[in-house]
């Protein structure tokens, strides 16, 4: 059963019509002007309105217009009621907004036939509507799962490459609290030797441990990816350089602090060497270079004996994974 809305100030028409579509079957609704038909198709969204071109206060064109601005209401459909049958009148009629057009004095048959054709062009234009939401909300879960590591749920390192260019030109043209940016390069120490003696399953919880360690005192503006293999960075917009010495060394402390349980009941201590780099209003990087200086202090914390933390100097720096 379709829901129908009825516009027009004439009752005589108003009773045609509504009696011809409820021996259609249809439910039939009825509004006495533009206006007070307005209101109702925004309640009632029907799926079919019958609209007289000549009313008090709004007449059919403004009515038109004024529903197929609504997004909601685009796919109703609007037949004008006329006996103006000249082309440009209709070519307005089109123009506002109305979908088919019918002649005054009414012919039921001629009324009953347009409705069909009306209800089911609304019907293909609602499932199009549907399929593309569906496809949109398909196309987001795919971006969604696409920016996303599958082992740990974190970012992944193409949704750094995404966001951190954003975020550095944020920083640069913010006064205030967030004119920094800072970012860490986490590296998992002596991870292929957990590999080598305890397999890679083993290798997984670890990943998994540590993230959600990560996680769970991670900064509520802060971002945390999964760079790749055992690396893992973090963005924290906002930080001092004195914040951000804190925060890194909270990082690695939600590692360092008590061994990780892996199977057959079994615990193993984990540790984190760590890179920090910050860019700035006054201290500018791409994020290539941002990147590098933060690779850099992680080199350098690995050569200072591993699980500590080290602040880059405001240089690139190439070097190989110890």
């Known amino acids: 059963m379709a829901k129908i809305l009825i516009v027009d100030d004439d009752p005589t028409t108003r009773l045609i019509l509504k009696k011809a579509l409820q021996n259609a079957g ?61 082309v440009d009148d209709r070519v307005k009629g089109l123009d506002s907004g109305a979908d088919e057009f019918l002649s005054k004095p009414i012919e039921v048959q001629e009324l009953t036939a347009r409705v069909r054709a009306g209800l089911r062009l609304h019907r293909l234009a609602q499932e199009l509507k549907e399929a593309n ?27 750094l490459d995404r966001t951190l260019p ?23 120490d002596r991870f292929k030797q957990v590999n080598d003696l305890h397999g890679h399953l083993v290798g997984d919880v ?52 008590s061994a990780i349980n892996i199977p057959d009941g079994k615990t193993l201590p984990v540790t984190l060497s760590i890179g920090g780099a910050i860019a700035s209003q006054n201290n500018r990087f791409s994020d290539r270079e941002l990147l590098l200086q933060a690779d850099g202090a992680l080199y350098q914390a690995k050569q200072a004996g591993r699980n500590c933390l080290q602040f880059s100097q405001p240089q690139t720096a ?5």
């Open 166 to 188: 954003h975020l550095l030109r944020q920083t640069y043209s913010t006064q205030g609290d967030q004119d920094y940016l800072c970012i860490f390069m986490m590296d998992i």
């Open 206 to 257: 670890v990943l998994r441990a540590v993230a959600e360690r990560l996680l769970g005192i991670a900064h509520p503006q802060s971002s945390l990816y999964r760079y790749g293999g055992e690396e893992f960075t973090c963005v924290a917009p906002g930080l001092s350089p004195t914040l951000a010495l804190e925060y890194g060394e909270s990082l690695r402390m939600a590692v360092a602090s």
């Open 318 to 322: 190439n070097r190989e994974r110890l």
């Open 133 to 159: 939401q569906k496809l949109i909300a398909r196309n987001h879960l795919l971006e969604s799962l696409s920016m996303t590591d599958r082992l740990t749920g974190l970012l992944n390192r193409r949704a």
């Open 26 to 86: 249809h439910s039939v609704f009825v509004a006495k002007n533009g206006l007070d038909g307005l209101t109702q198709v925004k309640t009632l969204h029907p799926a079919l309105v019958i609209c007289d071109w000549m009313m008090p206060q709004m007449n059919g064109l403004d009515f038109c217009a004024a529903v197929k601005a609504d997004r909601t209401l685009a796919t109703t459909y609007i037949i004008l009621l006329t006996r103006r049958g000249h």
